[in-house]
T-cell receptor
Framework: DAGVTQSPTHLIKTRGQQVTLRCSPK?????VSWYQQALGQGPQFIFQ???????QRGNFPDRFSGHQFPNYSSELNVNALLLGDSALYLC????????????FGNGTRLTVT | GNSVTQMEGPVTLSEEAFLTINCTYT??????LFWYVQYPGEGLQLLLK?????DKGSNKGFEATYRKETTSFHLEKGSVQVSDSAVYFC?????????????FGSGTRLSIRP
């Protein structure tokens, strides 16, 4: 049973560029959430996708956008990268809007230079 | 707003020592409370949870009790092992958000000496 998979594992980008991160949810899950974890900090909620729509959003600027596909996989896009966007980006999947626990992937480490 | 404050690390203990990691929260309504663990090189994993006051969550020898009167959810283990070395995050979610929108504390790094 495959868990949550994220790609790539590491990425280096230059300030001002755009980046796309990918996530495949755990088998049987239909909801994907994205979190940003800065070094030494706890994860911060970016947004949640369910039924191909953004359902909830945290305090992140519009430069952060996403998409969910019919197979429930998801992408996180960040435009006009800033040095402060350097972080570990975590994808988590769950089942619907129930209180089912989140299952996290190992994350994508993004470095902006 | 909703927030979680947890004990700053790092915490270093000898094997078989007693562990407490303090966590307090601020929330509107009646939050669900969680402890997540992040082992080196791995993703976040749910360690335990409690959904209402006085509930005790437990897993792998770890326990935490939801204390509404002190707004706390301290993590305890009676005898730690080297394999418990990891970063531990206290977290909450509320009925007014969703189960996916979890608010995390800043994490406590735990190192266990053999």
């Amino acid at each position: 049973d495959a868990g949550v998979t994220q790609s790539p594992t590491h990425l280096i980008k230059t300030r001002g560029q755009q980046v796309t991160l990918r996530c495949s949810p755990k088998s049987g899950h239909d909801t994907v959430s994205w979190y940003q974890q800065a070094l030494g900090q706890g994860p911060q909620f970016i947004f949640q996708y369910y039924e191909e729509e953004e359902r909830q959003r945290g305090n992140f600027p519009d430069r952060f956008s996403g998409h969910q596909f019919p197979n429930y996989s998801s992408e996180l896009n960040v435009n006009a990268l800033l040095l402060g966007d350097s972080a570990l980006y975590l994808c988590a999947s769950s089942l619907g809007s129930s209180n089912s626990p989140l299952h996290f992937g190992n994350g994508t480490r993004l470095t902006v230079t | 707003g909703n927030s979680v404050t947890q004990m700053e690390g790092p915490v270093t203990l000898s094997e078989e020592a007693f562990l407490t990691i303090n966590c307090t929260y601020t929330a509107t309504g009646y939050p669900s409370l969680f402890w997540y663990v992040q082992y080196p090189g791995e993703g976040l994993q749910l360690l335990l949870k409690a959904t209402k006051a006085d509930d005790k969550g437990s897993n792998k020898g770890f326990e935490a009790t939801y204390r509404k009167e002190t707004t706390s959810f301290h993590l305890e283990k009676g005898s730690v092992q080297v394999s418990d070395s990891a970063v531990y995050f206290c977290a909450l979610s509320t009925l007014y958000s969703s189960a996916s929108k979890i608010i995390f504390g800043s994490g406590t790094r735990l190192s266990i000496r053999p």
